[in-house]
DNA sequence: GAATAATACGAACGATCGTGCTAACTTGTC
DNA sequence: GACAAGTTAGCACGATCGTTCGTATTATTC
């Protein structure tokens, strides 16, 4: 699953479970927190009020907020690897895998898996603001998803399964515009219709690539 | 242009020309800095130093934070207006005016007219954060623009340039994923390869709903 | 030219931000 | 059971946040 290998962690000596519990249960409550309220939202004050601890408790096993932010979006990326990405390898052929993928993200935003959407669309929205790091970060793991789908649709082309003039990287461009507007509109007016147009317009747009 | 009116501003008994430039200077200042850091980004002590002006000076214009948004966001819909939306009414047929609408909007991005991209796109990031009224505004106007194709492409059909079994919502949603694709593509990886592909995307997806 | 109201500034407020420091406690290891 | 290391809290710091107040300086009107 190239390009949604969580990075190490800088700090990796920690052996006491209760540290490890605490650690979780912080991340946990972060990335929630960041899908509402983006990841300026995401403040040690903030945090520590909402997991009950002190400010200095919950710092030290971070050290920055840099760290706590980087710490954060490894959080997701497991989550969104395992909610997303991980169910779609049980199908055989890659044009099935490419489709599960788009049925797979609009599920995660309908489920939802966090509160505000998808974590992704909420953090890059800052990217701007945030540190080097972590702007970095964030700018790989848009790549990754982007060539994730562009790979599934080239490997689909290889396998005869979709015509041979379209171009895999401009119907991965589509496709992820159906899926980013369908997080956007279901978060802004919250009928349901946004994902169930989402739906009908890959299903279409698959149809024409298949049957040119 | 239902839907993009601009609210009156709450107090409007200001005479002197001194203050209607500062004013006016502040709010430019104000939708830019909102495109490149958000609606959080706009600070008054940052707004403040990058005017020259005094955090005091500045807020008597404004009396709060919540209308200082409110102002910048009715200054960003003016224009918006005038140079998204109005030159398209200049084409004679519906089916023009909605093309024209998609290239206007791309152009918007790649001008740019904002140094952040689309205005709204950032600002509505952050609506969970953010004051009711604020907030409101901002789901209005996502609504207008979302209409306003809908309108356009219905238009369209009722004019018979497009297939009678299309869905003029549907058409709308998708030409939208489309834009709002670009923008964000277009700013995270800095390519104007994002914008060649919503164009494509786009003629591809109106060749289609018309000559279905 | 005087009166009036708009405009701008400086100082200060309470709150919150990220970040350090120190000290107390728990946990795991020898 | 001792000892080292990990964990947490308390306290305080400088900076910045939105906001208020008093005051001086303008621009417009009579």
Redesign the interface.
Known sequence: MEGFEPKLSVLDKRTRSDGQRSRAAILDTAVRLVT???L??LSIGRLAEETGMSKSGLYAHFGSKEELQLATIETAVGIFRSEVIDPTNAHSSPLARLEALCESFLSYIERPVFP?GCFFA?A??????VDARVRDRL?DL??SWLTLMERRAQQAQEAGELAADEDP??LA??L???L??AN??YL??RKPE?LE??R??IERRLK?ATTK
Chains 1, 2 share one sequence.
């Open positions: 509402v309220e983006g300026r939202g505000g909420s890059q929205r800052e990217a701007a603001v700018t848009h790549g990287q401009q461009f589509e992820e515009a159906m980013k507007m956007s509109a802004m007016q946004a147009r989402a009908r317009g024409l």
